[in-house]
């Protein structure tokens, strides 16, 4: 089981608190650090000092770590344009040294599209298809050739293409609870598919619906990674779970029903049960980011009994 930690820095983080923690989850041996995408945090809190941006942190990532890979769970079509995407991703991952990975949604959250002066199409799915056409489709391009695409919400001409990412292929990650066009996108353009906040039963259900949609477009099932996100609040022993369920704002049985929470050996459990319904791959959610023994607890007493 690939551990991976995933963090809301809209909910108040500062570029220096981030690479903090991705330094910490290098140095303890998690896989990968992970970002979500917003400009305007969610709830209770007032987001100080602000929003940074995904991509522009991711950057700086990547030139401040060595091993680690970066990615987003997930970029909002809403806030780029497909072929400035293709550029800014690839840039990136030749900042890193070929260690990035684009998750990529149809953007969802109104509120901050309104808070920032972002248009917020009606239309976003038949968006994002397109989206990862061109994505997708300007990494394929050979170098010297040229890339054009007629969309109906995008049109590119005689695109050089430019530039490539060091990897031959980013991984691209598709998620979400859709039934239909959701697991239909996956089978098409991802190599991960992923389930946010999801219970066993439904994250068991969305990983079939996705083997089926891969199988029907020719390609195996096994083709793709199935991960989940879930938020994760580990403790040496109860007082110390509820201590840090209590700072990120949660109950502890709310917690342990919803995400991984409890004691070492709970987690590791639970993470176990979903193991065996096909998932390989957690993005812990870890929402108090100035509490690094919990990763310290995680990368000791979770993540070598799941090796």
């Given at each position: 089981?690939?551990?991976?930690?995933?963090?809301?820095p809209?909910?108040?983080a500062s570029?220096d608190?981030?690479?903090?923690?991705?330094?910490?989850?290098?140095d303890?041996?998690?896989?990968?650090?992970?970002?979500?995408d917003?400009y305007?945090?969610?709830g209770?809190?007032?987001?100080?000092p602000?929003?940074?941006d995904?991509?522009?942190?991711?950057?700086?990532?990547a030139?401040?770590?060595?091993?680690?890979?970066?990615?987003?769970?997930?970029?909002?079509?809403?806030?780029?344009?497909?072929?400035?995407l293709?550029?800014?991703?690839?840039?990136?991952?030749?900042?890193?040294?070929?260690r990035?990975?684009?998750?990529?949604?149809?953007?969802?959250?109104?509120?901050?599209?309104?808070?920032?002066g972002?248009?917020?199409?009606?239309?976003?799915f038949?968006?994002?298809?397109e989206?990862?056409?061109i994505?997708?489709?300007?990494?394929?391009?050979?170098?010297?050739?040229?890339?054009?695409?007629?969309?109906?919400?995008?049109?590119l001409?005689?695109s050089?293409?430019?530039p490539?990412?060091?990897?031959?292929?980013?991984p691209?990650?598709?998620?979400?609870?859709?039934?239909?066009?959701?697991?239909?996108?996956?089978?098409?353009?991802?190599?991960?598919?992923?389930?946010p906040?999801?219970?066993?039963?439904?994250?068991?259900?969305?990983?079939?619906?996705?083997?089926e949609?891969?199988?029907?477009?020719g390609r195996?099932?096994?083709?793709?990674v199935?991960?989940?996100?879930l938020v994760?609040?580990?403790?040496?022993?109860?007082?110390?779970?509820?201590?840090?369920?209590?700072?990120?704002g949660?109950?502890?049985?709310?917690l342990?029903?919803?995400?991984?929470?409890?004691?070492?050996?709970?987690?590791v459990?639970?993470?176990?049960r979903?193991?065996e319904?096909?998932?390989?791959r957690?993005?812990?959610?870890?929402?108090?980011?100035?509490?690094?023994?919990h990763?310290?607890?995680?990368s000791?007493?979770?993540?070598?009994?799941?090796?």
């Open positions: 089981m690939d551990l991976r930690i995933f963090t809301e809209q909910q108040g570029y608190t981030l690479l903090t923690v991705a330094k910490a989850a290098e303890l041996g998690f896989n990968a650090f992970y970002r979500s917003h305007l945090h969610m209770a809190g007032n987001g100080l602000g929003p940074t995904a991509w522009i942190t991711l950057a700086g990532l030139r401040e770590t060595k091993r680690i890979r970066l990615g987003t769970l997930m970029t909002a079509g809403t806030f780029r344009l497909p072929g400035v293709a550029i800014q991703v690839a840039q990136v991952d030749q900042m890193s040294g070929g990035v990975e684009l998750g990529l949604g149809a953007g969802w959250f109104e509120e901050e599209h309104k808070a920032y972002i248009p917020f199409p009606k239309e976003k038949g968006r994002l298809e989206q990862l056409a994505v997708t489709g300007l990494w394929a391009t050979g170098v010297g050739e040229k890339f054009n695409y007629d969309g109906t919400y995008y049109q001409t005689d050089p293409a430019l490539k990412p060091a990897q031959a292929k980013v691209i990650l598709i998620g979400g609870h859709g039934a239909t066009r959701t697991p239909r996108l996956a089978a098409l353009y991802a190599d991960e598919f992923n389930i906040f999801a219970s066993l039963e439904d994250s068991e259900k969305q990983f079939e619906r996705v083997k949609a891969a199988t029907a477009a195996g099932a096994d083709d793709l199935y991960s989940n996100a994760v609040c580990v403790g040496k022993d109860d007082a110390e779970v509820a201590r840090r369920a209590s700072v990120i949660r109950e502890v049985e709310e342990k029903a919803n995400g991984l929470a409890g004691s070492p050996a709970e987690v459990d639970k993470i176990g979903y193991g319904i096909g998932s390989s957690i993005y812990l959610q870890v929402l108090d980011l100035d509490d690094l023994e990763l310290e607890l995680i000791a007493q979770v993540q070598p009994q799941l090796n």
